[in-house]
């Protein structure tokens, strides 16, 4: 995030020692963005003030409508006056059906289909890229 210029992160029930040493050790001089995050419960509480959320998944949701990122990228850098979340599931499973449901969009970052799940530091640097360009 902090690579290129974003730093509201927000958390929906992160485990207990999220900012333990093993955190700030792999957080390599960006200790403040997890420092500073917002923790909420639910996602739904995560989003009260968000006018716009973008869910993103690799498409194991078959029947849900992706937008590959690219297509989303200059509608969300267009709303710099609103208040715009990407929203990112846990490394190991995802974003739910349900969670995914609360979002505007659902974007995608294409990749081989062989093998689409990308881990979550790498979709967010890809989409901090991305919308920052």
């Given at each position: 995030?902090?690579?290129?210029?974003?730093?509201?992160?927000r958390l929906v029930a992160p485990p207990k020692n999220y900012k333990d040493?093993?955190?700030?050790?792999?957080?390599?001089?960006?200790?403040?963005?997890?420092?500073?995050?917002?923790?909420?419960?639910?996602?739904?509480?995560?989003r009260?003030?968000?006018s716009v959320s973008v869910g993103t998944s690799c498409g194991h949701q078959r029947d849900m409508h992706l937008t590959p990122l690219h297509e989303l990228s200059s509608?969300?850098?267009?709303?710099k006056q609103n208040r715009v979340a990407i929203i990112f599931g846990e490394?190991?499973?995802?974003?739910?059906?349900?969670?995914?449901?609360?979002?505007?969009?659902?974007?995608?970052?294409?990749?081989?289909?062989?093998f689409p799940s990308l881990n979550v530091a790498q979709s967010m640097g890809i989409v901090a890229y991305e919308l920052s360009r």
């Open positions: 995030m902090k690579n290129f210029g974003f730093n509201n992160l040493a093993e955190a700030r050790k792999m957080s390599l001089g960006a200790f403040d963005i997890l420092k500073n995050s917002q923790v909420f419960m639910t996602l739904a509480e995560a009260h003030d968000i509608m969300l850098i267009s709303m490394e190991r499973d995802g974003l739910n059906r349900e969670e995914l449901n609360l979002c505007h969009h659902v974007a995608t970052i294409p990749s081989n289909p062989d």
